[in-house]
């Protein structure tokens, strides 16, 4: 049956099951589907949790990633991406990371007030923090809650450096916030697009706005002098691998100043998700797909190894390190990305800090 047409698959949702969360003792079973609560098996609205947060500041500890501090104003994602890594998080909230990540959302309306706490602190030292380390900061229910805009606020307030990443034209919603930023060196936003194909794009990120979409966001953000990135993440070969030159070219003649990628892979309860996802999507080439993911991860669709594990190894991820290097040097040559300043921190007493 015809992907569209299968009418056990959830349109809308990335995740088409719900796995076992490893920390729960008990687990579903679908012998007799009939005795089972139907809001785990159905494609359910969207609810919303509040979390009474006693930080808002992550500390990364992996060598793999460029950013050691991070912000994520909301748990779980709408967007619903198949192959969002933060999925496995979401089992620490008691929830499934297959449909619960993307319908069960944790919102921290005090966000906000607890970065400012955490900037007026005597000893506390400015280094660039990321939105958003996990999940998108603006995902769809940002537009009402606003939650990332406060933050914004508070990193221009207290005139410290921070960098944005989406998937979400909603950023150029804050566009007065950012270019005030910008002014000051204080922000760099990079716009995460992996496909230019949008029949690819509904199946693996079905509520996301389009590349078109995305695309214009890195224009109107570089016509404003906006240090925009483009992230390719993640490169699935056998999906999107070929797509490589012509993403970067076409991001690059919207104005982006540097790209970067990774190569999926499929962790935890994600490798669960996918393989069901992609037997559904593309039935005709998922074990194709999923040979070609083992193979940039030593024969594993996961890898925990430090410094292959987001880039790959083996012939393949050669091969797409390679087409990516060849097409970032000829469409984006000679452009960078300004350094974040932290000179201009302002902490609450009103005197800039001058951590040199």
């Known amino acids: 049956m015809p992907y569209e047409e299968n009418k ?16 729960q003792k008990n687990k579903y079973i679908t012998e007799h589907i009939e005795g089972l609560d139907e809001e785990y098996h159905e494609n359910t609205p969207t609810q919303f949790f509040e979390e009474d947060a006693k930080s808002i500041i992550s500390v990364a500890e992996s060598p793999d990633i460029s950013f050691l501090y991070s912000i994520n104003p909301y748990q779980g994602c709408e967007h619903g991406c198949l192959y969002c890594y933060a999925r ?18 944790v919102v921290k309306r005090n966000a906000a007030k607890l970065l400012e706490q955490q900037f007026n602190k005597p000893n506390y030292v400015p280094v660039p923090i990321m939105m958003s380390g996990n999940t998108d900061c603006y995902q769809p229910i940002e537009r009402k809650l606003k939650i990332t805009r406060s933050l914004l606020e508070v990193f221009l307030k207290y005139k410290h450096p921070v960098s944005i990443i989406s998937k979400n034209n909603l950023v150029w919603r804050d566009i007065d916030l950012i270019r005030e930023l910008a002014a000051l060196n204080l922000v ?10 949008e029949n690819l794009r509904q199946k693996m990120e079905p509520r996301t706005v389009t590349a078109k979409s995305r695309l214009m966001l890195i224009n109107k953000l570089a016509s404003e002098n906006i240090p925009v990135r483009l992230m390719m ?5 056998g999906l999107n691998s070929e797509e490589i030159p012509a993403l970067i070219k076409a991001a690059a003649d919207e104005g982006v100043s540097s790209a970067i990628f990774t190569i999926i892979r499929l962790n935890g309860a994600i490798g669960e998700i996918f ?11 998922a074990e194709k797909v999923l040979n070609r993911i083992a193979d940039c991860h030593g024969g594993s669709l996961n890898d925990s190894r430090i410094g292959k594990r987001i880039r790959g ?17 000829r469409f984006l040559k000679g452009r960078s990305m300004p350094p974040l300043s932290t000179d201009h921190f302002m902490p609450a007493g009103g005197k800039q800090l001058n951590i040199f």
């Open 8 to 23: 056990e698959y959830f349109k809308g949702r990335g995740a088409q099951v719900n796995t076992h969360n490893r920390f």
């Open 88 to 105: 496995n998080i979401h089992e620490y909230w008691g929830f499934s990371a297959g449909l619960d990540f993307e319908r069960k959302i």
């Open 188 to 197: 760099h936003v990079t716009v995460t697009i992996n496909s230019l194909n």
């Open 233 to 237: 993440a993640p490169i699935v070969p």
């Open 275 to 285: 393989s069901d996802w992609i037997h559904k999507a593309y039935p005709d080439r």
């Open 313 to 329: 190894d083996g012939k393949i991820a050669e091969s797409i390190h390679q087409l990516f290097n060849i097409s970032v040097n």
